[in-house]
């Protein structure tokens, strides 16, 4: 687990967390606890989510198990570089939908003092790298990633295998759109969705 960094109490610079993994994994869950733990130390926090993110609140930062945190939602990263003013702590949600400028943001951030921590999916319904996240991962300083359970397996999962019918990359859901899976699990399904749409172009012809 992340422990602060005290070495040098005299270092300027601050710092980046980043919190992956998949969906259902407890990413949003750790990072409001992160963030809560700040507050109660009387740190100065803002937490920011994009403004397309309205599942379960219009303000608030909200994890599955209805733990929540109150946020700025904001329409692009270059917003949060204008509004993280006067503050120790910076959280960011879902960063996987922003465009790639959150990762100079969280840079600069982190370089005016500032001990950035952001969540999201490392890798989309496809099983891709998404969006920022990976050049994230690469320039912080601390990477967590939390996992979730299969719900086939009961193993292990880091990936989010798409139940509705969509091929949008950006299609925001719960436990009715997306699954938790399992490496084999979620290649198993992959592979039998790929046969069953072959069988139906056939059988269409």
Known sequence: MFLENTVNHNEQFGWIEVICGSMFSGKTEELIRRLKRAQFAKQKVEIFKPAL????????????????????????SSNIRILADDVDVVGIDEAQFFDDEIVAVCNDLANRGIRVIVAGLDMDFKGNPFGPMPALMATAEYVTKVHAVC??????????????ASEELVLLGETQEYEPLSR???????????????SQKENGK
Do not use: C
């Open 53 to 76: 993110d309205t599942r379960y609140d219009d303000q608030m930062v909200v994890s599955h198990d209805s733990n929540q945190i109150r946020s700025t939602p904001v329409p692009s």
């Open 151 to 164: 719900t086939r397996t009961g193993n292990l999962a880091h990936y989010s295998y798409r139940t509705a």
């Open 184 to 198: 084999a699990a979620y290649y198993k399904a992959m592979r039998t969705e790929k046969n069953k749409k072959a």
